[in-house]
């Protein structure tokens, strides 16, 4: 394992944390997507980009897409969530290395994800009712169930015998960091306004990637 390009992967993602709070846009247009950007070089150096991380180079290339598409001074949310929805997917088939099955805690992540979305959605449809977008309830709910379908499949590689301690450790981290960064995001938007609100979804944001890719390139190497 390289570790050499993941000093440049920090420096860029906190040069965009800084973008962020003092709202530098043209730091942060060069800044968010090289963060991506040098995550995927930082994989192709590691451990390649095809094989089993073909399909987490493809998740972290339509998450690239969903952050330029969110960042762009037009309303092109749909799009960024659109983008974001078929990274989740890539990352799901990519950590179901193995055919899922059933477990006592698979039964209780699918509880405590299901309460979880319960919760967050009825705020969130409550927001988007009182903004005017409901439109947006449909699409929101569906990307909702995605993101938990990826955290659920990251948590899982706990109980996979392919899949290293460590490399669960860092995977399952990821992914509740990722989830955190969106359910941050939305609240934001839709719900209620946080301060420091981007700053907080930028930093869960690039730590939740870090970790998952991580976790994925120790996996491909056998880690």
Not at 53 to 62: I, N, P, R, Y
């Amino acid at each position: 394992m390289n570790y050499y390009p993941l000093i440049i992967v920090v420096v860029i993602a906190i040069l965009n944390w800084i973008a962020v709070e003092k709202k530098w846009k043209a730091l942060e247009y060069v800044t968010k997507p090289g963060t991506m950007l040098a995550l995927l070089f930082w994989m192709w150096q590691s451990a390649g980009l095809g094989g089993s991380m073909l399909w987490f180079t493809l998740g972290a290339v339509f998450c690239m897409a969903g952050d330029v598409f969110l960042m762009l001074p037009w309303d092109m949310f749909i799009f960024g969530l659109l983008a974001f929805l078929v990274g989740h997917i890539c990352y799901v088939i990519g950590l179901n290395t193995m055919a899922p099955y059933f477990s006592l805690f698979g039964a209780f992540l699918i509880v405590i994800l299901g309460f979880f979305i319960w919760w967050v959605y009825r705020k969130l449809a409550g927001g988007l009712d009182a903004k005017g977008k409901t439109s947006l309830k449909a699409p929101v709910l569906i990307y909702s169930m995605v993101i938990s379908l990826m955290v659920y499949s990251a948590l899982m590689t706990w109980t996979r015998p392919d899949w290293s301690s460590i490399a669960a450790i860092f995977a399952s981290l990821g992914a509740i960091l990722f989830y955190a960064s969106d359910s941050l995001l939305a609240w934001d938007r839709f719900v209620n306004p946080l301060s420091h609100a981007r700053l907080k979804v930028m930093t869960t944001y690039h730590l939740g990637q870090i970790g998952i890719l991580l976790g994925a390139m120790l996996h491909a190497l056998g880690k």
